[in-house]
């Protein structure tokens, strides 16, 4: 889909956004969520602290947006909108790119979702705004595929979630060194077993 340029009005208001994400994001992998306050949030975004509230309602809406630009700033563009025709490639790229978010991310992820999840409210409010958005993007492209009988007529929600947590368990015992085994094993071994893995499943081979 064609997207109209930001003018510079609009473009100085995203790099100001994007500024306060980041700041948020470092504060609240130090501090946690609930601990983490927007006065500090300003400080690490080299900002005054009511900048912040005009363009976040709430310490809520700050940390649903951050979660969504790093969680999702490369799936809308280019990988969704123009996949490869080619299913496996498809999904080569889309477990690297999940790789590569994990290692630059997680860091700052692991200890906010941790506390997220002790949060029912927080907790169902990601998964509304941030998870089950991007995960229905996953799903539209296995139900395309049912659709034009290249997938056998499965689940799509259920194999989008087994693809996630195939993918995060798998990356978090890789990146983590928990089990030494997977020394032996390179990223894009694992990527491959994988791909292999649910391509086998959703097209119904032995």
Request: proline share 4%; glycine share 4%.
């Amino acid at each position: 889909m064609f997207k109209a340029p930001l003018d510079f009005k609009e473009q100085m208001a995203e790099a100001r956004r994007t500024q306060i994400l980041i700041g948020a994001a470092q504060v609240f992998a130090q501090k946690g969520y609930h601990k983490a306050t927007t006065k500090e949030i300003a400080q690490a975004a080299g900002i005054a602290e009511g900048t912040i509230y005009n363009y976040f309602d709430t310490k809520r809406d700050l940390l649903l947006a951050m979660v969504e630009m790093v969680a999702t700033h490369s799936l809308r563009e280019g990988l969704f909108e123009n996949p490869p025709e080619d299913p496996a490639e498809f999904l080569r790229l889309l477990l690297r790119d999940r790789v590569r978010f994990l290692q630059e991310y997680g860091p700052v992820m692991a200890p906010l979702l941790a506390e997220v999840f002790l949060d029912t409210d927080l907790r169902q409010a990601l998964h509304d705004h941030v998870f089950r958005p991007t995960s229905a993007l996953l799903e539209n492209y296995f139900e395309r595929h049912i659709a034009l009988k290249n997938f056998r007529p499965v689940s799509s929600l259920v194999v989008t979630r087994a693809l996630m947590g195939a993918i995060l368990l798998n990356s978090a015992f890789k990146l983590g060194q928990i089990d030494e085994r997977y020394e032996a094993i390179s990223i894009d071994e694992m990527i491959e077993e994988l791909v292999n893995l649910i391509l086998k499943g959703v097209s119904g081979e032995a």
